[in-house]
């Protein structure tokens, strides 16, 4: 792999983290909702719909974060 090949992967390893910072906004919005659901609707199909969704934002983010890391060090700084 040349310089400019991976001059263009660390750019798209920027570009991957700034998804990943979106994503945990949205992950943080999505956590208030539950947090600020009045008890009587917390067992509610909507509500555990939310929770999957969160749930599975945060697991989205977290492989994302795995990946990054394995891009960076095993290829953009090999």
């Given at each position: 792999?040349?310089?400019?090949?991976?001059n263009e992967l660390a750019e798209l390893a920027n570009q991957i983290e700034e998804i990943i910072q979106a994503m945990e906004m949205i992950i943080e919005v999505e956590e208030d909702?539950?947090?600020?659901?009045?008890?009587?609707?917390?067992?509610?199909?909507?509500?555990?719909?939310?929770?999957?969704l969160k749930d599975n934002l945060e697991c989205v983010k977290?492989?994302?974060?795995n990946q990054l890391e394995e891009?960076?060090?095993?290829?953009?700084d090999y």
């Open positions: 792999m040349n310089k400019q090949q991976r909702k539950l947090d600020n659901t009045p008890e009587n609707l917390q067992g509610t199909e909507r509500y555990e719909y939310m929770e999957e977290d492989e994302l974060e891009l960076r060090t095993n290829v953009i």
